[in-house]
């Protein structure tokens, strides 16, 4: 089957202050590449249209829409860009009768809300990989839907909410995101001592144990902490920097030094293999101490945040 995947236009949430987000550069979904990845692994085809990098409008969608006649439209939302999801699915509504699921963040946190009007036909929440592929699997069957775990759906015009999903105990099973089905000279960003340059985004975990509260990564990801092994990190490392020919990478784990010996023994195998590139992520100040740090910025970390 055809997926076309589709992130949402979003500058708009920012009014005025729309064009100075434009310069400042673009984001590449690590979500729908990694979605992407999965459902071609497993048979299907997939496309994925960026609206803001890519500077497409809702006309420029329904011709997409039409050229590649997809089976299923798959949506991803964060809470600010959800209006701009739903205009979206709403005007693919009016054009054709294709079956729509949105997944992500918002989704994941009040499936009921994003249900309500009837503009999108399922919802994905927490991990999307499996439910998606079972979704797309049994998409026809709509007895089947009950019994697809993280699924939101409307059956006899009631929203049902089906049970959890458990989290993926070993992520070393899912591909490698395919990056190749985004323009990757779209996304730039300002680096340090580099100044505006291409960059993509990885992650080498899933789990939060913190409850943060004004973060929705423990209730997407789940409490538990799920590492790739350090070889596959590396395999996608490779890629990025080798074949892909990107030098800046934002290592997107929630926290990424958690665990100190991990990052360690990371940091030891991205001097070991002398890949050249830089690095940054995300942290909490209680998780750091200066030896770690002057290793990390001796294998390429430019930048670090904290949360405050």
């Given amino acids: 089957m055809r997926i076309l995947f589709i992130y949402p236009s979003w500058t708009q949430i920012y009014g005025s202050y729309s064009h100075a987000i434009k310069a400042r550069g673009y984001m590449p979904s690590l979500g729908l590449c990694s979605l992407a990845a999965y459902v071609k692994n497993k048979g299907h085809e997939a496309k994925i249209v960026d609206i803001e990098p890519e500077g497409k409008t809702l006309a420029d969608i329904i011709q997409t829409i039409k050229i590649y006649s997809p089976g299923i439209i798959a949506i991803s939302s964060t809470s600010p860009v959800f209006p701009m999801a739903r205009l979206l699915a709403q005007t693919i509504k009016e054009n054709f009768s294709i079956p729509i699921v949105i997944g992500g963040a918002h989704p994941t946190v009040v499936p009921e809300q994003v249900m309500i009007g009837r503009v999108f036909d ?15 699997n049994n998409l026809g069957d709509k007895e089947s839907h009950k019994d697809i775990a993280g ?59 913190f409850s943060c509260i004004f973060c929705a990564a423990r209730t997407i990801w789940g409490a538990k902490i799920r590492y790739r092994s350090i070889p596959r990190v590396l395999d996608e490392i490779k890629e990025i920097v080798n074949d892909l020919n990107i030098k800046h990478i934002n290592i997107s784990d929630d926290t990424l030094t958690l665990t100190q010996e991990r990052t360690k023994e990371l940091c030891q195998a991205i001097l070991g293999e002398k890949l050249e590139f830089t690095w940054e992520g995300m942290t909490r100040a209680n998780t750091v101490d200066e030896k770690l740090l002057q290793l990390m910025k001796k294998a390429g970390l430019v930048r670090l945040s904290f949360g405050i």
Avoid: H, Q
Avoid at 189 to 201: E, Q
């Fill in 122 to 136: 399922f919802a994905i929440i927490g991990e999307g990989e499996e439910t998606l592929l079972e979704l797309v």
């Fill in 151 to 209: 699924l939101a759906f409307r059956a006899n015009g009631n929203v049902i909410i089906n049970g959890p999903r458990p989290p993926l105990s070993d992520l070393d099973t899912l591909p490698i995101p395919d990056r190749r089905l985004l323009d990757l000279d779209n996304y730039t960003f300002s680096i340090p001592k580099k100044g505006i340059d291409r960059w993509t985004l990885m992650m080498t975990n899933r789990g939060c144990p």
